[in-house]
């Protein structure tokens, strides 16, 4: 199981609260990482939130009013929005320059891990590693907020994270662009260490209790396992992002 964390409170100046001060954050191009909504809230101003938020691609929560009370007691109206330290970009604008710069794109996608410390850990190791981008969802994955970047030791300040609204979408871009897809999984048949990585690839990484969605499973060419010779049934997700990345480091250094 991947171990579960109490999530401390983000101080206010990683927020904007009220609902005009959110419309007015997202219209001046603010990099938001997630809003909070109350559940029943409504009138015009709240429509006219609803309608900027259909055509943005951010996390939105709805959560009972003593949620947001708990966060700040400050006149919220119904809304918080919390800032991302990062600004995320997306996966078609990373790819082209990799190939102009002459290398062999390296990716990691993180497929339903939700854990900011386990997350900030496999930024940590990208980073050591030379990945060049992570891709995770827009929404079900780890929030990028101060815990994962002090967590990562601040490589989620350098290494390029993409925010993507639909992961199988994201995949077939990758396999477009040349890039194969390797996905970890205890449903593989073959081992990590038997599968060629100096071409452009891409590592995918599921949670310890989900897994990798078996939509994504899907539309990857590779399936491959670390072999566990213990009692436990798997490693930690960011301890087995590190065997991964490190297998590609060693081919690609010989």
């Known amino acids: 199981m991947i171990p579960h964390y109490k999530n401390k409170p983000r101080p206010e100046k990683d927020m904007i609260f009220g609902i005009r001060a959110v419309i007015e954050a997202i219209q001046a191009g603010k990099e938001i990482d997630k809003i909070l909504i109350r559940r029943d809230m409504g009138g015009d101003l709240a429509r006219e939130l609803y309608s900027i938020l259909e055509e943005i691609n951010v996390p939105v929560q709805k959560v009972p009013l003593e949620k947001l009370n708990r966060i700040t007691m400050k006149n919220h109206q119904g809304v918080i929005a919390f800032i991302s330290p990062v600004s995320y970009q997306k996966i078609e604008d990373i790819i082209p320059g990799i190939y102009e710069e002459g290398r062999n794109p390296f990716i990691v996608v993180l497929d339903n891990i939700t854990d900011v410390r386990n997350f900030g850990a496999i930024a940590r190791s990208c980073e050591c590693a030379g990945v060049d981008a992570i891709v995770v969802p827009a929404k079900g994955g780890a929030a990028l907020n101060a815990d994962a970047v002090k967590t990562s030791a601040g490589a989620l300040m ?7 609204d639909n992961i199988v979408n994201a995949l ?10 390797i996905a970890a999984t205890e449903k593989a048949e073959k081992f990590y260490t038997q599968v060629e990585y100096n071409n452009p690839i ?7 209790d989900e897994g990798i969605n078996p939509a994504h499973l899907r539309i ?5 396992k670390i072999p566990i010779l213990g009692t436990i049934d798997s490693l930690n997700v960011s301890v087995a992002t590190g065997v991964m990345l490190y297998e590609v480091v060693r081919q690609r250094s010989i």
């Not at 477009?176 to 897809?181: C, Q, V």
């Open 172 to 181: 077939k871009f990758l396999t477009a662009s040349g890039i194969k897809l």
């Open 158 to 164: 350098k290494i390029p994270v993409c925010r993507e």
């Open 202 to 208: 891409a590592i995918i990484m599921g949670s310890e």
């Open 220 to 224: 990857c060419e590779n399936l491959v």
